[in-house]
């Protein structure tokens, strides 16, 4: 297993400033992926943070609005930026385990309310 | 198109009831892989267990016991003598491609377990 270590748990922002998450994993991976969770909602991907390479975003979800780093294979952020409160959501990383395909490992998820 | 439903927002029982949390899924792949995940308090997804399309045979783990039905697109989830402890919300996935770890979320079933 993984273990993934999100920063902040929480923070209240204003309208129009931008907030950069952290998120760091105490094992080397490849692919770490970017999920956003609003409000009573299901969980959505963002994008997907290949280490070495410009993120993959899905679709919905721009570079200019989360942008995206991946400086090495256990550490990312996501930056959400110009955030209105549509922006209120929490924002997990996670990344693939190693055993069965498609099993993945959260972190405990930032979450942002935006005022 | 692939999409997961949960039909179920909320259950709420009394510890030691059963309660069996409803999954429908639809997909074009011939090969998939179903997923529950547990989403507690912490805000931290915890997987659950994973089926492929290959393998019909329902599986118990504990209290927890899985009924995979393709010839109704579903992936029932029962949690047997509820406690407490199980209240969480409760995400079914879908693998999005083969080749890949992404994967698509139902709305998720919110479960209340009270003493």
């Known amino acids: 297993s993984a273990v993934i270590s999100q920063k902040p748990s929480r923070d209240i922002c204003q309208r129009g400033t931008s907030l950069t998450i952290q998120c760091q994993v105490d094992?080397?991976?490849?692919?770490m992926f970017w999920y956003r969770q609003q409000p009573g909602q299901s969980l959505t991907l963002i994008a997907t943070?290949?280490?070495?390479?410009?993120?993959?975003?899905e679709s919905g979800f721009v570079i200019d609005k989360f942008p995206i780093s991946r400086p090495n294979l256990t550490f990312s952020t996501l930056t959400v930026s110009n955030m209105s409160p549509e922006d209120s959501s929490i924002y997990l990383c996670s990344v693939p385990g190693q055993g069965a395909p498609g099993e993945l490992f959260f972190g405990e998820g930032s979450r942002l309310t935006v005022l | 198109a692939q999409k997961v439903t949960q039909a179920q927002t909320e259950i709420s029982v009394v510890e030691k009831e059963d309660v069996t949390l409803d999954c429908v899924y639809e997909t074009r792949d011939t090969t998939y892989y179903l997923f529950w995940y547990k989403q507690p308090p912490s805000g931290e997804l915890v997987f659950l267990i994973r089926?492929?399309?290959?393998?019909?045979q329902n599986e118990i783990s504990g209290r927890y016991s899985w009924n995979f039905q393709k010839s109704t697109s579903s992936f029932n989830f029962t949690i047997t003598a509820s406690q407490v402890v199980d209240s969480a919300v409760y995400f079914c996935?879908?693998?999005?491609?083969?080749?890949?770890?992404?994967?698509?979320f139902g709305t998720g079933t919110r479960l209340q377990v009270f003493p």
């Open positions: 094992s080397q991976v490849t692919m």
């Open positions: 996935a879908l693998r999005k491609d083969y080749n890949t770890d992404k994967l698509i």
């Open positions: 943070a290949n280490q070495g390479s410009e993120a993959t975003y």
């Open positions: 089926r492929n399309s290959f393998d019909e």
